[in-house]
């Protein structure tokens, strides 16, 4: 409880006094150890039933680690929600160059709408999915290879069930509800309240189950040509050779005859797999008084997911789902907290202003405010640090020393104008401050060498206090992480229109520091 820490800081001075205690507690306040996540294992189970989840192709090979980490697991999620909500439209807000957003149209068959504010990033992304495309046919052969090099294992491990399990199968092969359910499995009623919005997800799941049973029936050599053809059909023209030498020995039927028939079937199967099969993207600034449907001409009922939505867009994402009936489920995962407007950081007077922090009607009510320093240390990854990816100390010292100088040389204590990375691209201190002093536009010829390696002397045997202080601010992150989270879910469950909302944990924390979702889906009545 709160007495427990209440000797962390000085009654008097306010200052640290025991550091044991101040990381118990910020440890305590974390959110790995409140409780309030739902484990993403526990969602999935949730939302598929009895399905399995789609086995997908690894994204290493065309992404880096990190990013693909967070494709794979993030777009497993939104296909099961997709798929929950009989949803086939995704908007991908703040998309960037379109990792997320081209993996789930390609993997997922979503028709999936990336929407950012660079018009580079958009062209960027164009590009990438175009080379993207013309490679996917060999990504999809060799998962479909991988996937049947499993399945055999598993059946030579268990031969007896999956003898039973073919025999179910091919006795059974359109089974009603009664398969779907089992009285140990987890359905989305024990995360969404009674309000009958599993009904519709009931009726969903059961229609595709039934689907997929029938395709298990077909042959190996019919679900690959439609699989192949699926993709054909959405890349562009010129981006793979079509072989024309797909002769089949003919029985009864000429040759000719049975397969223009073949061809006719496949053409129709995929052509209503492929018109969703499609990835736009979009460049438009977001906010939350955004009228999507002035963006994308065909809106219809959809989901919202952000991967990494800095600052605003997060808050203004969640904004944006609440208000707009077409919008039936979100998934967004925020990052860049020390960008965030503050209602209450200057004490300005403007209730019509939209705000990043706070969302929720509590913390307004108590006219909350973190502050930039405590945003800035919500950035910092303890999780990286803790095994052993160190702070980068040089370069903050120099960020340190550099202020020194800005205030006492050209007496400035605010800019609007930022150093950004100059550390990495400068060859030494003199370097890095003429460089930055550039960037800000202040004139660096008043300030000589000398007179600069003077400020580094002054103050280089309190780089320890430095790193010091910067473990605390990195101890303290994920309670202003926590701060930041419930309140974007306090904000979701004060609305009436919401089923379910919660915190899911997606990353590794190591791969990816800003790992948490928030996740809602609407009820029933909003479908």
């Given amino acids: 409880d709160d007495d427990t820490f209440s000797n962390v800081f000085c009654e008097n001075s306010k200052k640290l006094i025991n550091v044991h205690l101040f990381a118990l507690a910020a440890k305590y306040y974390s959110l790995s150890n409140l409780g309030v996540c739902t484990p993403l294992e526990d969602v999935l189970e949730a939302l598929r039933g009895d399905n399995q989840g789609t086995t997908g192709i690894k994204t290493d090979e065309f992404m880096n680690n990190k990013k693909s980490h967070e494709v794979q697991v993030m777009s497993e999620l939104i296909d099961s929600i997709a798929n929950y909500c009989g949803i086939k439209q995704v908007i991908d807000i703040g998309s960037g160059k379109g990792y997320l957003s081209s993996f789930l149209s390609m993997q997922y068959n979503l028709k999936v709408y990336g929407i950012d ?51 179910a199968i091919s006795e059974k092969p359109l089974n009603n509800d009664s398969s779907l359910q089992s009285q140990d499995q987890v359905t989305i009623q024990d995360l969404v309240p009674s309000c009958g919005f599993t009904e519709v997800a009931t009726s969903e799941t059961s229609k595709q189950t039934e689907v997929d049973l029938v395709t298990l029936t077909q042959s190996d050599e019919s679900r690959l040509s439609e699989e192949v053809l699926a993709i054909l059909n959405v890349l562009p023209a010129d981006a793979v050779e079509v072989s024309s030498s797909s002769q089949c020995s003919c029985g009864e039927l000429c040759e000719e005859e049975r397969a223009q ?36 001409t065909d809106l219809e009922d959809c989901m919202m997911v952000g991967l990494h939505t800095c ?17 039936k489920a979100v998934c967004s995962v925020g990052c860049c907290y020390h960008l965030l407007s503050e209602q209450f950081e200057n004490q300005e007077d403007c209730p019509e202003e939209v705000w990043g922090f706070p969302m929720c009607q509590y913390l307004k009510d108590k006219g909350w405010c973190c502050g930039r320093n405590a945003r800035m240390s919500a950035c910092l990854a303890l999780e990286r640090v803790a095994v052993g990816q160190m702070l980068p100390t040089e370069s903050l010292f120099y960020r340190a020393v550099l202020q020194v100088i800005l205030e006492e040389i050209y007496g400035v204590t605010k800019s609007d104008r930022h150093v950004g990375k100059t550390f990495s691209k400068s060859s030494s201190f003199i370097d890095y401050v003429r460089k930055s002093l550039k960037k800000l536009e202040l004139d660096d010829s008043k300030l000589p060498d000398s007179c600069i390696m003077d400020y580094h002397e002054k103050y280089k045997h309190r780089m320890n206090e430095l790193e010091a202080f910067n473990m605390l601010k990195v101890v303290l992150a994920p309670c202003v992480e926590v701060l ?10 004060e609305q009436d229109n919401i089923a379910w909302s919660g915190l899911v944990k997606l990353f590794d924390p190591v791969k990816s520091p800003r790992c948490y979702a928030v996740i809602a889906l609407k009820k029933q009545s909003c479908f």
């Fill in 261 to 296: 028939r073949k061809m006719a079937s496949l053409k129709a199967k995929a052509s209503k797999s492929s018109e969703s099969n499609l990835y736009f993207p979009l460049t438009s600034c977001i906010t939350a008084e955004t009228e999507l449907s002035d963006i994308i």
């Fill in 311 to 327: 600052g605003d867009l997060a808050a203004n994402t969640l904004r944006i789902f609440t208000a707009k009936p077409e919008i």
């Fill in 484 to 493: 930041i989270l419930l309140d974007r879910l306090c904000y979701l469950k």
């Fill in 117 to 167: 504010s660079s018009n580079t990033n958009t062209n960027g992304a164009h590009e990438r999915n175009r080379k993207l495309k013309k490679h996917w046919r060999a990504y999809q052969s060799r998962g479909r290879a991988n996937l049947k090099s499993q399945r055999l294992e598993k059946a030579n491990d268990r031969p007896v069930e999956s003898e039973i399990k073919c025999k």
